[in-house]
């Protein structure tokens, strides 16, 4: 998490200290307290400088619900910028007798480095279900605190996002006025191919809209949006002014989508 914090703060060119606001979207954090985001900012060297710290658990929809979160809490801060992080050991919560869902998912962290513009207005979406037998971290005893295994119902997750995330999508397409045309990518959570081709399919997208990268990392979670972000960007692949939608689902059930303009 750190590191990508660092290596966000430094393309960005913004100095350190006029961060106001740290998130760290993660379900797999390393204790109960501090924070994830309080250790990064230690890290960081920023323990003098006056922020707003806290971790977000919403598991791989975890980034979005931060951007939002960020969004509307850098309103009232108009000189100062949010890091907002999504970083997942899922290492740590996995399974290895279960070959249906080890072998799918990865660990990593991604950043971004984001400030409120004058009168701009946040086109996000997020809702949630409490519905825990479709995915899942959860401990066999049930009074025990900390979960101990990551369990995953493969054909609901499938079911349920093909559904889902075209419905957030164009949520957002419809409160920025606009259509799935208008955008240059589609940056969806990275948990299986065939959930973003088969979302790209129903909603007509373009070829390579709707962009992948799982093949080479696996489902990080929370990390994956930021990570394909850092890629598209990093291979020059973004212009000013393109429109992205990013749209995450994930345990809880939670699931959202948010747009920006590069």
């Known amino acids: 998490a750190a590191a990508a914090a660092r290596q966000a703060i430094q393309n960005s060119g913004i100095r350190s200290q006029d961060i106001g606001l740290l998130i760290v979207a993660t379900f797999t954090p390393d204790n109960f307290t501090p924070s994830v985001a309080c250790m990064v900012q230690r890290e960081l060297g920023l323990n ?21 979160a960020a969004g509307g809490m850098l309103a009232s801060m108009p000189e100062k ?23 799918l998912f990865g660990d990593g962290a991604g950043a971004a480095v984001i400030k409120h513009k004058g009168n701009a207005r946040l086109f996000g979406y997020l809702d949630a279900k ?7 971290a959860k401990s066999a005893d049930k009074t025990a605190y900390m979960p101990q295994k990551l369990s ?40 299986n191919s065939r959930i973003i081709t088969t979302a790209a399919e129903r909603m007509g ?8 990268n799982i093949e080479t990392y696996g489902n990080t979670s929370a ?11 990093r291979g020059g692949k973004l212009s000013r002014g393109d429109r ?13 989508a948010v747009m920006l303009e590069w």
């Not at 409490?130 to 899942?136: M, N, P, R, V, Y």
């Not at 397409?173 to 940056?187: G, P």
């Open 130 to 136: 409490g519905d825990e037998e479709i995915l899942c």
């Open 81 to 103: 910028y949010g890091l907002v992080i999504g970083a997942e050991v899922v290492s740590r919560t996995i399974d290895y007798t279960d070959r249906g869902t080890c072998i």
């Open 205 to 212: 997208a373009s070829p390579g809209q709707f962009v992948q």
């Open 152 to 191: 995953m119902n493969g054909r609901d997750v499938y079911q349920f996002a093909v559904e889902i995330v075209p419905r957030c999508i164009q949520n957002v397409l419809d409160q920025a006025d606009c259509t799935l045309d208008d955008i240059r990518y589609v940056v969806c959570h990275q948990a």
């Open 48 to 68: 003098d400088v006056s922020m707003a710290a806290f971790d977000l658990n919403a598991a791989c929809s975890g980034f979005i619900y931060s951007l939002v």
């Open 244 to 256: 992205i939608i990013m749209a995450g689902f994930g345990g809880g059930l939670t699931w959202g």
């Open 223 to 233: 990390a994956s949006i930021p990570i394909l972000l850092d890629e598209l960007n």
